[in-house]
Structures are given as structure tokens and as C-alpha cells.
């Protein structure tokens, strides 16, 4: 299998030997023909934006840290042109143009990323219940389902669900809100601090001594076996796929605000680091509904856990694992360590996504710290893998190559680059400092 997988993609030669790589989808599409093929389409990111909306009255109650924006979770986006003096003078990246930074790692309950598709998913999950018993009604203001009787009936309900960590905050952290009972099942790798908040929430946090997929096998397991639980399906779920895109038509507003314009003459390039693919995948998916041909999307996954890479370039989508590759899955991205990725989204972002950045787990710490240094703004490890595609875009013949081929090395003075961090916010100050101390 090895053998036959390598003439097929040569690149993954480069990533046993957990090489740093670039990677140009060769199966990328013209967006129009692209949309036509999709299960999905903007009228679901609509409905998901919808029910957001219908929610933001109870979020508001619960979260009074959402109040600010009306109960919507949303983050600022932020120029950061200290940070893009910083990446040009220290690593000579050569990035010109305007660089901003999405912070979903401040965003409000959960701090990362996962606020977006996790909560997404709990409230989804609780709309179709309540609404099925007669409790409420679309048109209701859903700020009663902050009420006792609302509560007691979610009481008989549990939520599960398997994490490395941020999923677990999120969808732990809104269930108890809403009054289930919750157990997040997390693997070894999960931060000790994560354990403890989500506690302190009500949550039943089930420690594993193996890894992601481990924690999800027996999780699962328990919630069948029991017809009162339901069980959020990391890998698979629409409902948090869509939860994600959302993200994208606030993105919208967000740009008009700061004047700046995407189109064939001011391209947008965006960086997201991805774990099993649902984030990135779902954000990417917004963006090129909105934006098309003019927006480029790029993952950044840890050189031990490409599980994304491994699937596009060999083509065997989550058919195959990074293990398969002799890689370990193992990195200090948290959130990142994941071994073998959606197919649900691979399948997606086939002909969507422009390309892949992967990035050596030393770096992320050298790029927090630089942000810290820059901007003052502290993001998680993980989080900072963004910064890969653009510290390294100007420096790889690939990209050179993608550049020219569609006709946008001329436009690179104009273009927008968005780094998307994920998660830091809710890291405890202790932890910060031993990030801080951190060089491997
Ligand atoms: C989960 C996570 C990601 C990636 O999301 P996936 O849906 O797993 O691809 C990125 N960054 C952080 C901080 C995360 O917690």
C-alpha cells in the first residue's frame, strides 16, 4: 500500500519524514461547477443563521458576556500590522497587502472555535426536541427556555459526546446551560485545566488512557445504549458543519465595516488550522458561497497529524490515516491531533479547497510568542498554525506556481489575508506562562 500511495502523491514521501510541505489541491474546481455537486448550499448556512438568531435571546440570558452583541456568539476581526512588520522582517515572508486576524479565540462560553459548531449543534439539537413536545414555538421568544419547567424537561435528557478537549467545552458547557446531563468523553491528551472547568460546570468528564478515536468508540457505545442520549458525531455532523459557516455571512458585515472590498482584483486568502476538518471545512465552505472563485482557502495541520493532507493528496479521503504513513498523530496543537479525517468534509472541500500548509509543532510557539511580542494578543498553540501559510506562502515555488496559474501575482499588493485563530482565550494564566517558556 505504501509503495502505490507514494507514485500516487509524491508529497507524502516528504511527510513521513515529517517534513514541513505545501500542498496545491490539483482537484480544486471553478466554483461555479463546484456548487452544483454539493449536498449542502447556502439556503442551509441561511437556516442555521436563522436559528442562531431565534436562540440569541436565551444566550443573552445564560451568557450575559454575549449581551454586547445582542446574544449572537461572534468575534472581532482585527488588523494586525504589527504582527505582518514582525513576520516580514524576522522570517522574510514578504507579505504585502492587509492582514487581519479572526479572534474565534476569544469567542464568548467556549473560547475557541468550537463555540461556533458545538453550540450550533446543542441548540439545534434542543430546538427539534422542544419544538416536537409542544414546548415551543417558532415564533416564541426563546429566552423560556431559561425557565424551571423548560429545565426539568431537559433534565430527563443526556448529551455526550468525544473530545480532545475544546468540543467538550463547548457542547458541555452549553448542554448544562440548557439543563441536560452531559458526559464528555476525553482522551488522554485532554488538558487537565479543561477537565476541571468543565466540572465545575456539572459535566461528567470519562477519562480515556488512548486516544480521540477510543474515546468516541466507547462514548458512542454508552449513548446508544441509552434512547434518553444523544451522542454529537464529531466526524460526521451536518448540523455542525453548518454551525461553522455561519461564520462566514458575519464575515460579511465585519469586512464592510473596516471598508475593504473582495474581489478579482482584491483577493481573499484565509488560513485556518484543521483538525478532523469540521472548522475549517465549514468556515471555508461560507466563505466560497459568498465569495467564490475570489476567496482561497488553506488549511494548516501539525507534519504528525495531517490527517486531511494524507486523505486529498492520496486521494483515499478518510480511508486512510496518518498512522498508515508511520506518522505518531501526536502534537501539542490541541485540537489538532487527529488521526484520520471527515469524509463528510473531505468529500466537501474537494473541489473547494486551494491548498494545504502543514508546520512543525516548535513553530506554533514561536508564532505565539511573536503575536504576543507584536500585538499583545495571546492565542493557544494550536490556534497559531495559521500563521504557517502566511510566514511561508512567498517562500514555496507551489504557491508561486498557484499564484501565477490564476492569475494573481499582480493583485498581491491588494489582497486581504485573514489568519484564523481558533481557541487561547479561557487558557489559564499558568498555562500561558509554561506556553511562554515553551521551545522545542
Ligand atoms: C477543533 C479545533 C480546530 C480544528 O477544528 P476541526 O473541526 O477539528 O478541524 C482548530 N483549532 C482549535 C483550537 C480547535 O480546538
Redo the contacts with the bound molecule.
Sequence with gaps: MDDYIITKAPIIEAMQKGKEVVWINPDKRPFAESACTCELSMKDVDDAEARLLRFAPFIMKCFPETRDRGGLIESSLTSIPRMKDLVNRKYNSGISGTLLLKQDSHLAIAG???AR?GIYEVLKHTEDRALAHGLLSLEDDYAKLADPECRTFFEQYTVQVGST???GMSIGIMSAAIGYQVIVHMSADAKQWKKELLRSHGVTVMEYQSDYSEAVKHGRKLSDENPNSYFVD?ENSRNLFLGYAVAAKRLVGQLQEKNIVINREHPLFVYI?????????GISFGLKQIWGDDVHCFFVEPVQAPCMLVGMASGLNSTISVQDIGLSGRTHA???A?GRASGFVGDIMKPLLSGEFTIQDAKLYDYMRDMLDAEGIFL?P??CAAFQGIVTMNKSEEMRRYLEDNRLTDKMADAVHIAWA??GSLVPDKIREEYRQTYL
Excluded: F, I, R
Excluded at 488550522?273 to 471545512?281: D, H, I, R
Design positions: 475557541s472555535v468550537k459548531g478537549g475544546n468540543l464529531d488550522p484543521c483538525g478532523v476538518g469540521g472548522a475549517p471545512g490541541d485540537g489538532l487527529v493557544e494550536s490556534a481558533t481557541g
